[in-house]
């Protein structure tokens, strides 16, 4: 189960990934065709792609750990649950033979 949902988170990080490296040429395009061309505006919207597709790529990657953490977490509670489970099952057959033991014969 964990690990669909960690396939899952990888694929939709590689996807962010894709998507952040896209805008990032696109930026670096229009940042060259502004300079080379002499237009700010365009210079400053390639600047500005460039670094929203930089943060896009960042962003994908910091979910993807986020997530990837969120999963490992519940599958150590779920593993810890179970032993602390097992845990209490041992102590109470552990009182249930000491009480039986010190229980009169008379039952």
Do not use: C
Not at 10 to 18: D, R, V
Not at 27 to 56: C, K, P, Q, R, Y
């Amino acid at each position: 189960m964990y690990e669909e949902k960690r396939k899952k988170a990888a694929t939709w990080t590689w996807i962010g990934t894709a998507i952040g490296i896209a805008l990032l040429l696109l930026g670096v395009v229009a940042l060259i065709i502004g300079l080379v061309e002499g237009n700010a505006s365009v210079t400053v919207i390639g600047a500005m792609m460039f670094l929203f597709g930089d943060g896009w790529m960042t962003g994908s990657k910091l979910l993807y750990w986020t997530w990837n953490t969120r999963f490992q977490l519940e599958r150590d509670i779920k593993e810890v649950h179970v032993d602390v489970l097992s845990v209490l099952e041992r102590i109470e057959r552990l009182e249930h033979a000491a009480t039986a033991k010190t229980a009169p014969n008379g039952n």
